[in-house]
């Protein structure tokens, strides 16, 4: 009990990313901070996954009394095998740590064992592909939520809580309020061509909550991306135990564009968004895409996409994607007359995870005349867009490169957060997943 006791104070006191910060990652020496959010601590770790396991595309969401679960897959480039674990700390609805104790949130085995791995086969880059699914009941790693908020999924190595390999957030949600939506167009300015605004109802279902200014949390967020993440609003109307929010600046997104995107399934053919694939002398791919244009002055096109997601897949290979799918280079060209004085550019997506750092960031080159950046990348295909960041607003604009239009389509994810009177944690009392298309 004093270990556990010393390993939770431990958590308490690390820096931690809430929602006042964003996913722009400044300090790049410290990467050994724990870190509330979804991260990678070694440079070694690559491609990682982490949903609800009915499709990879779900966020890492699941039903307190359910019988959903969450995969968690990596690979560990350094190509050994390697004895992974991980915890999970009970947080509050601002990501900061709750004061919950662990067997207050969890039933069973508080550490399990990332056991599932195989090694690449047939690839150049060799690599170990890790596995691991979880709530599993009845089995040897039976573990059991019995709290819904949000939780952050902590892996590590050789048993060491102090040697940290990478973090991810999720959620466990337990329905106590029900969610109404409606969109409608944002009122003057000429918003109303550029961005999506919805209008929303929350009401408690046989669940009272009576002060929502102070005991409420609500979250919006755009196609799992957390740093433009709109929370701390409150409702416009109360009325028998019913809230409604309608206020345009309150639940207002930039409507972006539908996301660019390349496949690398293949290294023996050109795909249309690839020009040039090389092998150098370390027998390495080098795939040099076609150069990208900024889209901010061009008409809107429909087309569709995998809202900043990823798919593993190598086509000449009819066996195991997650371990016959090799890694390329990928390099990225973005012509710019003059270098940006207002800020830095990015590539953004679940391919540099969302984040804003010196992987994701772009530099300029004056011969060129232009912004670049290499990224190594698993084989498949791949949605991304390039986002401008400074350090005036919260998380990246895409509007400089791709435009903002309000036919996008984008997926939506409404979180409601209560903590109850007389409790000292935040629950997760209401979802809601819409999209703009499909209303």
């Not at 059991?144 to 809580?161: A, H, Q, V």
């Not at 961005?195 to 919006?220: S, W």
């Not at 994607?321 to 830095?344: C, R, S, T």
Request: glycine letters at 6%; charged letters at 25%; hydrophobic letters at 30%.
């Amino acid at each position: 009990m004093l270990k556990q006791l010393k390993f939770i104070l431990a958590l308490l006191l690390c820096p931690v990313l809430g929602f006042s910060q964003t996913n722009k990652d400044e300090d790049y020496a410290n990467d050994n901070v724990l870190r509330y959010d979804d991260y990678i601590y070694k440079p070694y770790i690559h491609t990682v996954k982490f949903y609800e396991s009915s499709w990879e595309y779900n966020p890492p969401l699941i039903s307190l009394f359910g019988n959903d679960q969450l995969l968690l897959s990596f690979d560990d480039l350094e190509g050994e095998s390697k004895q992974y674990a991980v915890s999970f700390v009970h947080c509050n609805a601002d990501w900061t740590p709750s004061s919950l104790m662990t067997t207050e949130y969890i039933d069973g085995f508080q550490e399990l064992s990332v056991l599932n791995f195989s090694f690449s086969l047939n690839t150049y880059q060799k690599y170990t592909h890790y596995e691991l699914m979880f709530p599993q009941p009845g089995t040897q790693q039976n573990t059991r939520f019995t709290k819904s908020g949000n939780y952050l999924l902590k892996m590590y190595l050789n048993g060491d809580p102090e040697n940290v390999v990478l973090t991810r957030r999720f959620m466990v949600f337990d329905t106590k309020a029900s969610i109404g939506t409606v969109f409608r167009p944002v009122m003057g300015g000429g918003d109303q061509f550029k961005k999506q605004h919805f209008d929303f109802t929350i009401t408690g279902v046989n669940y009272e909550i009576n002060n929502p200014y102070k005991d409420m949390n609500v979250v919006l967020v755009q196609n799992n991306r957390w740093d433009n993440a709109i929370t701390d609003i409150k409702p416009t109307f109360l009325g028998n135990n019913e809230f409604t929010y309608s206020l345009d600046d309150a639940s207002t997104f930039n409507g972006g564009n539908e996301f660019r995107y390349f496949d690398v399934r293949s290294t023996r053919f050109l795909t249309e968004r690839v020009k040039e694939i090389l092998r150098d002398n370390d027998l390495k791919y080098q795939v040099y895409l076609q150069n990208d244009e900024i889209r901010s002055t061009k008409p809107y096109l429909f087309y569709n996409d995998i809202n900043g997601n990823f798919l593993t897949k190598n086509r000449e290979s009819f066996g195991n994607d997650n371990i016959e799918a090799d890694y390329v280079y990928v390099h990225f060209f973005l012509p710019y007359n003059l270098p940006e004085g207002k800020g830095n550019f990015y590539i953004m997506g679940k391919l540099t995870d969302w984040r804003m750092n010196k992987l994701s960031k772009l530099t300029y080159n004056e011969t060129r005349g232009g912004y670049e950046t290499t990224l190594y990348l698993k084989q498949g295909y791949y949605n991304y867009i390039y986002v401008l960041s400074n350090d005036t607003r919260k998380g990246g604009d895409e509007s400089v490169t791709e435009g903002s239009y309000y036919d996008t389509e984008n997926d939506y994810c409404i979180y409601v957060y209560h903590r109850k009177f007389g409790t000292y944690y935040d629950q997760l009392i209401g979802i809601k997943r819409i999209n703009s298309l499909k209303r």
